[in-house]
């Protein structure tokens, strides 16, 4: 099982990133897609979350009307397009995949960086 978060790095405050999360070793439309993130100092947050079949998102209050998730079932990746960035956002990213029900599962990747600075 892996999920690997491509897509950080550094840009200007206003900027953008698009973020992946690429899944392989389990079936991917059976889980719910989350983005969570974590600045210095701070507890791990959850920051976007999509249903499996993609047909529910939730926002944090946060990141609300700036950040869309999104996934693409066919190719097992999940998705965070990122806008009018803040410096509040810096932290590492992290996608994190969750089955409900009879036989739960959850599996997390290894981050990636997100820095937001002029």
């Known amino acids: 099982v892996q999920l690997v978060e491509s897509g950080g790095g550094l840009v200007q405050p206003g900027g953008s990133l698009r973020l992946s999360c690429a899944a392989s070793g389990f079936t991917f439309s059976e889980y719910v897609m989350n983005w969570y993130r974590q600045a210095p100092g701070k507890e791990r947050e959850l920051v976007a979350a999509i249903s499996s079949a993609g047909a529910t998102t939730n926002y944090s209050d946060l990141v609300k009307g700036r950040f869309t998730i999104s996934r693409d079932n066919a190719k097992n990746t999940a998705y965070l397009q990122m806008d009018s960035l803040e410096p509040e956002d810096t932290a590492m990213y992290y996608c994190?995949?969750?089955?409900?029900?009879?036989?739960?599962?959850?599996?997390w990747g290894q981050g990636t960086q997100v820095t937001i600075s002029s």
């Open positions: 994190n995949a969750r089955r409900y029900g009879f036989r739960p599962r959850e599996y």
